[in-house]
């Protein structure tokens, strides 16, 4: 099953608004995007890609825990990653985090054993700049 919400108004998902939905293999976020909430795509094991809009600027704590996502395209104006946020995708293979990071919460990509490449940006990589050290093991 693919969901194509880009011709929406939506400028948020909620909390727990697709958890569990196990089909759900692809996702057309609508330009507008700017947060994810918690949950919101928890548990969704058929989704394999994300490419994430560019308005979005949080993703809420363990929005895609548990997803077969493969590859995740995060946005530039990200800025927040929540607690938990991609918590066991063991099939994410590769990671690019933008400049604007400034948040990156516990266990964020804990349990991600299949990431052979994570990109962290110069400003990034400032501690100050991110909350939290566990975030990735």
């Not at 692809?26 to 928890?42: C, D, K, M, Q, V």
């Not at 996502?69 to 293979?93: E, H, M, P, W």
């Not at 266990?107 to 991110?130: H, K, M, Q, W, Y």
């Amino acid at each position: 099953t693919s969901m194509d919400l880009s011709a929406t108004n939506l400028s948020s998902i909620g909390e727990r608004a697709f958890q569990e939905c196990n089909a759900l293999r692809a996702l057309t976020f609508p330009e507008a995007l700017t947060s994810i909430g918690e949950r919101a795509f928890l548990e969704c094991y058929a989704l394999r890609a994300l490419v994430l809009p560019e308005a979005l600027t949080s993703i809420g704590d363990n929005a895609f825990s548990k997803c077969g996502l493969t590859s995740v395209n995060l946005s530039q104006t990200l800025t927040s990653i929540g607690d938990g946020a991609f918590y066991k995708c063991y099939a994410l293979r590769a990671l690019v985090l933008p400049e604007g990071l400034t948040s990156i919460g516990m266990n964020a990509f804990f349990g991600c054993s299949g990431l052979s490449l994570v990109d962290i940006p110069t400003l990034s990589r400032n501690r100050n700049n991110i909350s939290h050290g566990w975030w990735l093991t």
